[in-house]
Protein backbone atom coordinates (compact mmCIF):
# COMPACT_ATOMS: atom_id res chain seq x y z
CA UNK A 1 0.00 0.00 0.00
CA UNK A 2 3.20 2.33 0.54
CA UNK A 3 3.41 2.40 -3.52
CA UNK A 4 -0.20 4.51 -3.78
CA UNK A 5 1.06 7.02 -1.38
CA UNK A 6 0.77 10.51 -3.24
CA UNK A 7 -1.83 8.98 -5.42
CA UNK A 8 -3.89 11.28 -5.28
CA UNK A 9 -1.64 13.83 -6.08
CA UNK A 10 -0.52 12.47 -9.40
CA UNK A 11 -4.37 11.79 -10.08
CA UNK A 12 -5.13 15.47 -9.62
CA UNK A 13 -1.91 16.47 -11.99
CA UNK A 14 -3.37 13.74 -14.39
CA UNK A 15 -6.81 15.54 -14.05
CA UNK A 16 -5.74 18.67 -14.77
CA UNK A 17 -3.70 17.75 -17.78
CA UNK A 18 -6.61 16.01 -19.70
CA UNK A 19 -8.91 19.44 -19.15
CA UNK A 20 -6.23 21.29 -21.32
CA UNK A 21 -5.40 24.29 -19.50
CA UNK A 22 -4.46 27.28 -22.35
CA UNK A 23 -0.82 26.96 -23.50
CA UNK A 24 -1.22 30.50 -24.40
CA UNK A 25 -3.71 33.11 -23.50
CA UNK A 26 -6.60 32.05 -21.13
CA UNK A 27 -8.92 29.54 -20.58
CA UNK A 28 -11.95 30.73 -22.63
CA UNK A 29 -9.55 32.16 -25.10
CA UNK A 30 -6.59 30.09 -25.72
CA UNK A 31 -4.65 27.61 -27.53
CA UNK A 32 -4.75 24.42 -25.28
CA UNK A 33 -2.85 21.22 -26.23
CA UNK A 34 -5.72 19.49 -27.83
CA UNK A 35 -5.97 22.73 -30.16
CA UNK A 36 -2.18 23.02 -30.79
CA UNK A 37 -1.75 19.21 -31.62
CA UNK A 38 -4.51 19.78 -33.78
CA UNK A 39 -2.85 22.12 -35.63
CA UNK A 40 0.01 20.01 -35.82
CA UNK A 41 -1.69 16.96 -37.48
CA UNK A 42 -2.74 19.55 -40.00
CA UNK A 43 0.64 20.21 -40.86
CA UNK A 44 1.58 16.80 -41.01
CA UNK A 45 -1.04 15.81 -43.33
CA UNK A 46 -0.57 18.97 -45.42
CA UNK A 47 3.33 17.68 -46.18
CA UNK A 48 1.96 14.06 -46.64
CA UNK A 49 -0.56 15.28 -49.40
CA UNK A 50 2.18 17.45 -50.68
CA UNK A 51 4.83 15.15 -50.98
CA UNK A 52 2.98 12.61 -52.18
CA UNK A 53 1.81 15.23 -54.91
CA UNK A 54 5.26 15.15 -55.69
CA UNK A 55 6.14 12.09 -55.95
CA UNK A 56 2.96 11.10 -57.50
CA UNK A 57 3.47 8.73 -60.52
CA UNK A 58 1.32 6.18 -63.10
CA UNK A 59 2.83 3.53 -61.07
CA UNK A 60 3.17 4.45 -57.62
CA UNK A 61 6.84 3.29 -56.20
CA UNK A 62 8.15 3.14 -52.96
CA UNK A 63 6.21 2.12 -49.65
CA UNK A 64 5.26 5.91 -49.02
CA UNK A 65 3.33 6.30 -52.09
CA UNK A 66 1.87 2.97 -51.99
CA UNK A 67 0.30 3.29 -48.33
CA UNK A 68 -0.90 6.44 -49.57
CA UNK A 69 -2.48 4.86 -52.41
CA UNK A 70 -3.81 2.61 -50.72
CA UNK A 71 -5.83 4.25 -48.15
CA UNK A 72 -7.28 6.52 -50.99
CA UNK A 73 -8.27 3.19 -52.69
CA UNK A 74 -10.11 1.60 -49.30
CA UNK A 75 -12.11 4.82 -48.87
CA UNK A 76 -12.81 4.96 -52.41
CA UNK A 77 -13.67 1.11 -53.01
CA UNK A 78 -14.87 0.41 -49.72
CA UNK A 79 -16.84 3.90 -48.34
CA UNK A 80 -17.69 5.55 -51.08
CA UNK A 81 -18.36 3.36 -53.75
CA UNK A 82 -19.64 0.52 -51.04
CA UNK A 83 -22.14 3.23 -49.62
CA UNK A 84 -22.96 5.43 -52.44
CA UNK A 85 -22.37 4.22 -55.35
CA UNK A 86 -20.05 4.56 -58.53
CA UNK A 87 -22.67 6.98 -60.05
CA UNK A 88 -22.37 9.65 -57.88
CA UNK A 89 -19.69 8.64 -55.59
CA UNK A 90 -16.75 10.20 -57.36
CA UNK A 91 -18.26 14.28 -56.56
CA UNK A 92 -18.52 13.17 -52.60
CA UNK A 93 -14.94 11.38 -53.12
CA UNK A 94 -12.94 14.97 -51.62
CA UNK A 95 -15.21 15.47 -48.96
CA UNK A 96 -15.23 12.03 -47.39
CA UNK A 97 -11.36 11.48 -48.05
CA UNK A 98 -10.61 14.95 -46.17
CA UNK A 99 -12.74 13.89 -43.31
CA UNK A 100 -11.39 10.48 -43.14
CA UNK A 101 -7.48 11.70 -43.25
CA UNK A 102 -8.13 14.29 -41.12
CA UNK A 103 -9.82 11.97 -38.33
CA UNK A 104 -6.96 9.40 -38.67
CA UNK A 105 -3.78 11.84 -38.60
CA UNK A 106 -5.24 13.28 -35.16
CA UNK A 107 -6.21 9.95 -33.60
CA UNK A 108 -2.81 8.77 -34.47
CA UNK A 109 -0.92 11.71 -33.10
CA UNK A 110 -2.96 11.47 -30.10
CA UNK A 111 -1.94 8.01 -29.19
CA UNK A 112 2.10 9.23 -28.87
CA UNK A 113 2.69 10.15 -25.32
CA UNK A 114 2.48 13.76 -23.92
CA UNK A 115 0.29 14.76 -27.31
CA UNK A 116 -3.49 15.22 -27.42
CA UNK A 117 -6.02 14.27 -30.21
CA UNK A 118 -7.68 16.95 -31.90
CA UNK A 119 -10.42 14.61 -31.83
CA UNK A 120 -10.56 14.10 -27.86
CA UNK A 121 -12.31 17.22 -27.26
CA UNK A 122 -16.29 17.99 -28.45
CA UNK A 123 -15.52 21.12 -29.85
CA UNK A 124 -13.63 19.60 -32.46
CA UNK A 125 -15.56 16.86 -33.24
CA UNK A 126 -18.87 18.80 -33.23
CA UNK A 127 -17.45 20.81 -35.63
CA UNK A 128 -16.62 18.01 -37.68
CA UNK A 129 -20.50 16.86 -37.30
CA UNK A 130 -21.72 20.40 -38.32
CA UNK A 131 -19.31 19.67 -41.16
CA UNK A 132 -21.06 16.74 -42.28
CA UNK A 133 -24.51 17.90 -41.54
CA UNK A 134 -24.44 20.43 -43.70
CA UNK A 135 -22.92 18.97 -46.18
CA UNK A 136 -25.29 15.77 -46.68
CA UNK A 137 -27.99 18.75 -45.58
CA UNK A 138 -27.34 20.55 -48.52
CA UNK A 139 -26.86 17.61 -50.94
CA UNK A 140 -30.80 16.68 -50.07
CA UNK A 141 -31.38 20.62 -50.58
CA UNK A 142 -30.07 20.21 -54.03
CA UNK A 143 -31.64 17.35 -55.37
CA UNK A 144 -35.23 18.24 -53.61
CA UNK A 145 -35.11 21.76 -53.54
CA UNK A 146 -35.88 23.27 -49.60
CA UNK A 147 -39.26 23.16 -50.30
CA UNK A 148 -39.12 19.27 -51.05
CA UNK A 149 -36.37 18.57 -48.56
CA UNK A 150 -39.16 19.90 -45.85
CA UNK A 151 -41.98 17.59 -47.30
CA UNK A 152 -39.46 14.56 -47.38
CA UNK A 153 -40.08 14.52 -43.71
CA UNK A 154 -43.26 13.44 -44.17
CA UNK A 155 -43.67 10.27 -46.45
CA UNK A 156 -46.13 10.70 -48.89
CA UNK A 157 -49.35 9.23 -48.28
CA UNK A 158 -49.62 10.52 -44.63
CA UNK A 159 -51.39 13.61 -44.14
CA UNK A 160 -52.82 14.72 -41.31
CA UNK A 161 -51.74 15.16 -37.58
CA UNK A 162 -49.94 11.57 -38.25
CA UNK A 163 -48.38 13.31 -40.70
CA UNK A 164 -47.05 16.47 -38.46
CA UNK A 165 -45.67 13.14 -35.62
CA UNK A 166 -43.53 11.48 -38.37
CA UNK A 167 -42.46 15.43 -39.40
CA UNK A 168 -41.09 15.90 -35.69
CA UNK A 169 -39.56 12.32 -35.04
CA UNK A 170 -38.40 12.27 -38.85
CA UNK A 171 -36.52 16.14 -37.79
CA UNK A 172 -35.54 14.88 -34.75
CA UNK A 173 -33.99 12.03 -36.22
CA UNK A 174 -31.78 14.02 -38.46
CA UNK A 175 -30.72 16.74 -35.47
CA UNK A 176 -29.75 13.13 -34.05
CA UNK A 177 -27.33 12.46 -36.55
CA UNK A 178 -25.37 15.84 -35.58
CA UNK A 179 -24.99 14.63 -32.00
CA UNK A 180 -24.22 10.89 -32.77
CA UNK A 181 -21.37 11.99 -34.76
CA UNK A 182 -20.06 14.06 -32.43
CA UNK A 183 -20.30 12.36 -29.17
CA UNK A 184 -19.24 9.15 -30.38
CA UNK A 185 -16.09 10.19 -31.91
CA UNK A 186 -15.26 12.17 -28.76
CA UNK A 187 -16.49 9.88 -26.60
CA UNK A 188 -14.26 6.76 -27.83
CA UNK A 189 -11.00 8.67 -28.02
CA UNK A 190 -11.28 10.59 -24.50
CA UNK A 191 -11.99 7.71 -22.82
CA UNK A 192 -9.07 5.95 -24.95
CA UNK A 193 -6.44 8.56 -23.42
CA UNK A 194 -8.03 8.22 -20.06
CA UNK A 195 -7.62 4.70 -20.13
CA UNK A 196 -4.26 5.28 -21.21
CA UNK A 197 -3.32 7.88 -18.67
CA UNK A 198 -4.71 5.39 -15.71
CA UNK A 199 -2.69 2.47 -16.45
CA UNK A 200 0.45 4.88 -17.04
CA UNK A 201 0.28 6.74 -13.91
CA UNK A 202 0.06 3.54 -11.81
CA UNK A 203 3.17 2.37 -13.78
CA UNK A 204 4.61 4.99 -12.68
CA UNK A 205 3.86 5.59 -8.88
CA UNK A 206 4.85 1.56 -8.43
CA UNK A 207 8.11 1.63 -10.50
CA UNK A 208 8.76 4.64 -8.81
CA UNK A 209 8.20 3.17 -5.13
CA UNK A 210 9.96 0.35 -6.26
CA UNK A 211 13.24 2.46 -7.33
CA UNK A 212 12.77 4.09 -3.61
CA UNK A 213 12.57 1.37 -1.55
CA UNK A 214 15.51 -1.16 -3.90
CA UNK A 215 16.03 -4.91 -4.28
CA UNK A 216 15.31 -5.82 -1.19
CA UNK A 217 11.33 -5.17 -2.56
CA UNK A 218 11.83 -6.77 -5.68
CA UNK A 219 8.55 -8.76 -5.39
CA UNK A 220 6.74 -5.06 -5.74
CA UNK A 221 7.86 -5.19 -8.75
CA UNK A 222 5.33 -7.21 -10.05
CA UNK A 223 2.62 -4.76 -10.02
CA UNK A 224 4.22 -2.12 -12.45
CA UNK A 225 4.67 -4.99 -15.07
CA UNK A 226 1.59 -5.97 -14.60
CA UNK A 227 0.38 -2.22 -15.13
CA UNK A 228 2.74 -1.90 -17.85
CA UNK A 229 1.64 -4.80 -19.91
CA UNK A 230 -1.72 -3.67 -19.66
CA UNK A 231 -0.90 0.01 -21.03
CA UNK A 232 0.64 -1.94 -23.76
CA UNK A 233 -2.45 -3.86 -24.87
CA UNK A 234 -4.55 -0.66 -24.26
CA UNK A 235 -1.93 1.25 -26.73
CA UNK A 236 -1.92 -1.60 -29.50
CA UNK A 237 -6.28 -1.49 -28.82
CA UNK A 238 -6.00 2.19 -29.49
CA UNK A 239 -4.17 1.95 -32.39
CA UNK A 240 -6.68 -0.17 -33.96
CA UNK A 241 -9.60 2.51 -32.71
CA UNK A 242 -7.84 5.36 -34.06
CA UNK A 243 -8.53 4.15 -37.59
CA UNK A 244 -11.81 2.31 -36.77
CA UNK A 245 -13.25 5.54 -35.73
CA UNK A 246 -12.08 7.73 -38.46
CA UNK A 247 -13.20 5.24 -41.06
CA UNK A 248 -17.14 4.84 -38.98
CA UNK A 249 -17.30 8.48 -39.07
CA UNK A 250 -16.37 8.52 -43.09
CA UNK A 251 -18.98 5.74 -43.20
CA UNK A 252 -21.74 7.61 -41.39
CA UNK A 253 -20.96 10.21 -43.16
CA UNK A 254 -21.31 8.64 -46.20
CA UNK A 255 -24.90 6.64 -45.60
CA UNK A 256 -26.39 9.74 -44.96
CA UNK A 257 -24.92 11.45 -48.08
CA UNK A 258 -26.36 8.42 -49.70
CA UNK A 259 -29.62 9.02 -48.47
CA UNK A 260 -30.38 12.07 -49.60
CA UNK A 261 -28.85 11.24 -53.13
CA UNK A 262 -31.45 8.25 -52.70
CA UNK A 263 -34.42 10.95 -52.10
CA UNK A 264 -33.66 12.56 -55.15
Not at 38 to 66: D, H, S, T, Y
Not at 128 to 137: D, I, K, P, R
Request: glycine share 8%.
Amino acid sequence: MESLNGLSEHINEMVGDFLAPAMYGNDAFGLTQYIFWMIVAIIVLLLVVFAARKREALVPKGRFLNAVEFIVEFVRNDIVYGTIGRKTGDKHMPFILSLFFFILANNIIGIIPGMRPGTGTIGVTFALACYSFVYFVAVAIKNLGVGGYIKSFAPAGVAGPLAVMVGIIEVFSTILRLITLAIRLFANMFAGHIAMGAFALMTTVTLSYVVSVGASAIMSALPAILWMVILIIIYAIEMVVAVIQAYVFAMLSAVYIQLAEAEH
